[in-house]
C-alpha cells in the first residue's frame, strides 16, 4: 500500500466513519438537539460520497442529487426544531425519555 | 519564475489586507467628525491637527487597557467570540477585484487576492460566518443583555440573508456569472450613449434590496438591534472590553468595506471609471501599470463614498423596533426580491428570443 | 500534496464529527458540527467541486448551525442527563460499531483505484442544464416541498392564542 493513500479512499474512510458516528449518536445521546444534529452528520457522510463519486466519474447527477440533500436537510431542521420547540414548550425538556408519551 | 510569482502574489495579498485594515482608524475618525456634523457640535478636535490623530490615541487607549475576564464567562468561547468574528470579515476581502491586472516583469497578476470563480458565493458564505463570533461571545459572556443580542442577531442575519442572496442571485442571472470579476469587466462603456453601463441602471431594484440587506449583515444602525445601546446596555458586546471589544469593532468597519466593495463591484462597475473605456485611458496614460493604479484609486475612491453614506444612515435613521425589522425583511423586502428574480429572468428570456 | 492536504482534512472532519457526538454540552456539539461541516467543504474542494464547498458553507454552517445554535440558547440548555451504560445503550453501541466495521470492510475489500485521479472543475453550466432539463420535475417538486414545509412550521410553532396586550398581527 503506497502512502499517502489516495482521495478516493479517504473520501470512503470519512463518509463511513461519520456515518457510524452519526448513527452512535443518534442511537445513544438522550439530548434532541444533538439526535438532530446526528443526522446531519449522517446525511452530510452520504453528501460527501456523492461528490466524491460524482466527481471521480465526471457525472454530474451527483452533484444534484446532493443539491437535493441538501434542500430536504435544510427543511428537516428547520421542521425538526419547530416539533423541539414545541415539545419543550409543553414538558419543559429536551431529554428524549420524556417524550415516550409521544408512542401510538 | 514560479517562487517570484509566489512572492509578488504574497506581497500583493498583505498590501491589500493591510490597505483594508486601514479602514478601521480612518473610519474612527471619520465616523466621529461625521456624526459631530450631523448633530452640529465640534466631535473630537483636540488630539492633533483638527483631532485627525484621535484614532491613534484611541487605539493606543484600547491596546494598554488591561484584558479582564468575567468570572462567570465560558473562558474558551468568550476568547474566541472576537475572533470568530474578525476572521470571516478578513478572508471576505480575498474576492473583491481593485483593477484589472499590473505588469511586473513581464507578467500579469490580477489585483486580486484570490479570483474565486464562484466570487459572489464565497463572499455570501463567509460573510455569513460572522454571525458565530456575536453568538458564542454573547452566550459565552453569561449576561441576560449579551444573550439577547446575540439571539437578536442571528435571526436578524438570517432573515436578512434571503433578501441578500436573491438579490445577488439576480445579478448573477442578470450578468450570466459567478464571477465578481467578470462582472465588473461586463460593466465597461456606456449605456444608451448617456448613462455609464453599471449594474445600477440594469438592476435598480436588486441594488436597494442589496443596499438594506447590507446594513441588517454589518450590524449598522438602522438595524443594529444586536448591540442597540439605549436597550441592551452594550448587546452581545456587553461584557467584552479593552482589544477584545476592539477586535469586534475592527470587524463592524471590515463587513462595511467589504460590502461596499461588493456592491461597487455588483452596481457601480467595479473600477470603470464612467464614460471612459479602459482602452482609451490606457492610450492617454501609456502605461499599464499607471492604468492598474488608476483603477484602485478608482475602487478605493467608490469604497470610500459607500462608507460615507453607511455614517450618513446611521446618524440620521432612528433604530427600528424587532418585530418591524422583522417585517421589512419578511413582508417586504423577500416578495421583492423572489419579484425582482423574476423579473430578470423574464426580462432575459424575452432578449434571447427576440 | 493534495493527497496529504486531504488526509489532514479527512482527520480534521472525523475528528470534529466524533465531537459532536461525545460533548455534554450542545453548544459545544454545535461548535464542533461546524468545524466537521469546514472539513467537509474543504474536502469538496480539494475534489474540484468549488460550487458544492461554498453551499457547504453557506447553508449548512451558514444557516442549518445557526438554527441549532439559536435553538440551544434560546431554551438555555443546562446538560442534558446523559443515560449511564445500560443494555439498550450496549445494544445501540453495538449495533453501530457493528455498522461501522461492516462498511468499512467493504470500502477496504472493494477495489478501489488508489491512484491520484484527474481532478475536473466542476461544470456548473451542465448542472444547471440538467437541473432544469431532464431534472425539471423533481426541482419543481422540490420547490413544492419547501413551500409545504414553510407552511408546516409556521403550523407547528404557532402559539395557540394570541398573548395580552400582544400585538395582533
Redesign the interface.
Known sequence: ??F???????????S??????????F?????T??V???I??ML?AV??LL??T???T?T??G??L???V??????E???G??????L?RMKG???L?HFKSLQG | MEAMDLIVTAVKTAIIYLGMVQVVPIMLIVERRGAALIQDRPGPNRVGPFGLFQPIADVIKMMMKEVTIPRQVNKA?YLLGPFLVLFPASLVIAAIPFGDFFTLFDRNYVLQVAN???GI??V???G??G??GI??GG?ASNNKFS?IG??RS??Q??SY?IPLGLAACSAVVWYGS?SLREMVSIQEGTLLGVLPNWGIFYQPLGFLLFFIAAFAETNRLPFDLPESEAELVAGFHTEYGAMDFGTFFMAEYMNMATMSGLMVSMYFGGWHLPWISDATLLQWLGSRNLLAALQVLTVIVKIAVFMLIFVWVRWTIPRFRF?QLMRLAWKNLIPLGLFNLVLTALILYFKGAA | M???L??VF?LF??AA??G??LSRN??Y???S??L??FG?SG??L???????A???????????V????????????Q?????SPNLL?LV??A???W??SL??LR?LTRA??????E??T???R??SK??FTR?LW?FEV?SL??LV?IV??FA??RTQEIPQGG?KK
Request: glycine share 4%; hydrophobic share 65%.
Open positions: 500500500m503506497n499517502p493513500l489516495s482521495m478516493t479512499y479517504w473520501s470512503h474512510f470519512v463511513v466513519a461519520m456515518f457510524a458516528l452519526g448513527l452512535l449518536g442511537l445513544l445521546r438522550k439530548n438537539i444533538v438532530l444534529m446526528c446531519e452528520l452530510n453528501n460527501l461528490i466524491e460524482s466527481m471521480r465526471n454530474p447527477e452533484i444534484i446532493v443539491v437535493f441538501v434542500t430536504v436537510a435544510a427543511a431542521v428547520a421542521v426544531l419547530g416539533i423541539v420547540l414545541n419543550y425538556t429536551v431529554n425519555d | 468561547l474565486i470563480d464562484v458565493l464565497y455570501l458564505a463567509i455569513s460566518l454571525i458565530y453568538l458564542f452566550w444573550l446575540a439571539m442571528s435571526s442575519i438570517i440573508e459567478f418585530d | 493534495r493527497e496529504t486531504f488526509m479527512s472532519t472525523i464529527a466524533s459532536v457526538v450542545p453548544v456539539s454545535a461548535f458540527l461546524i466537521s461541516f467537509l474536502l469538496y480539494l475534489w474540484g467541486s468549488t460550487f458544492m461554498m453551499i457547504q458553507i453557506l447553508i449548512y454552517t451558514g444557516a442549518i445557526v438554527l441549532f445554535v439559536f435553538v440551544v440558547m434560546l431554551l438555555n440548555l446538560t442534558v442527563r446523559e443515560n445503550f445501540g453501541a449495533a453501530a460499531v455498522l461501522f462498511m468499512i470500502v478501489i483505484p488508489n491512484k491520484a485521479v481532478i475536473p466542476d461544470q456548473l451542465a448542472i440538467l437541473l431534472y423533481p422540490l416541498f419547501l414545509m408546516a412550521i407547528i410553532t400585538e
